[in-house]
């Protein structure tokens, strides 16, 4: 495989990986064992108080095995971390016409990795068994993310051929995923019925947002590979 066809199999990744997260928490969604972090007696999987983040408990807050939940939810991450990964690796190749935008993609792509890593690690640090690096994971890749995004505005901006509405998409994106990081850091403590509520909505809008924003990135990436 040569260097073209490796960048264009990455940039189809990042979609494909977008997808295929969004069905297999779905399906881990099904076979959750029960329990939110308020209400251990509550059955199966609740779509507004319950985090992606219990599909991957080993155990559910049920204290019910949370078996096949945790490995598909380990799974999906696992897949979104990697291509995610391979994406940004490949994204700075698209700006190397100007100098400074180059170096600013390079920003960009260095937090974009290390946002990718820190999801993977979301998924390895299950949160009853590892609740501080889990939630450390979290913070650091949501963080990394956003200023990943923020830089890759700017790129984008400068770029002179790349089509205006992927500057656009990413630019709102870093918007909402400012917004979050504040909820995230300041909103009401998850410890409460109504906090949790609000942060798993939060979560939520944030996580699938996420997933359609870098499939349009990666559509719109394979575009302008294509025609260079």
């Known amino acids: 495989m040569n260097i073209k066809n490796w960048k264009v199999l990455s940039f189809k990744l990042v979609f494909l990986g977008a997808g295929a997260y969004i069905i297999l928490t ?11 972090n308020v209400d251990s007696n509550t059955e199966g999987y609740s779509f507004l108080n319950n985090f992606f983040s219990d599909l991957g408990r080993t155990e559910a807050y049920s204290e019910k095995p949370n078996t096949i939940s945790w490995i598909l939810f380990t799974l999906s991450i696992f897949i979104v971390g990697i291509a995610l990964t391979l994406f940004y690796l490949a994204w700075v190749s698209l700006f190397k016409d100007d100098d400074s935008t180059h170096r600013l993609s390079q920003v960009g792509s260095i937090f974009g990795v290390f946002g990718a890593l820190a999801f993977i690690g979301v998924g390895l640090t299950p949160a009853d068994l590892l609740r501080s690096l889990h939630i450390l994971s979290v913070r650091i890749g949501f963080i990394s993310v956003f200023i990943a995004s923020v830089v890759y505005s700017f790129a984008l901006y400068r770029h002179n051929t790349y089509p205006r509405k992927y500057f656009y998409t990413i630019l709102t994106f870093s918007g909402i995923c400012l917004i979050y990081i504040i909820l995230l850091f300041f909103g009401p403590s998850p410890e409460t019925s109504e906090g949790l509520i609000i942060q798993v909505v939060g979560q939520k809008i944030i996580v699938y947002i996420m997933a359609i924003v870098y499939a349009i990135q990666g559509y719109g990436a394979l575009g302008v590979s294509s025609s260079g």
């Open 26 to 36: 779905l399906i881990a969604m099904i076979f959750y064992a029960g329990g939110t």
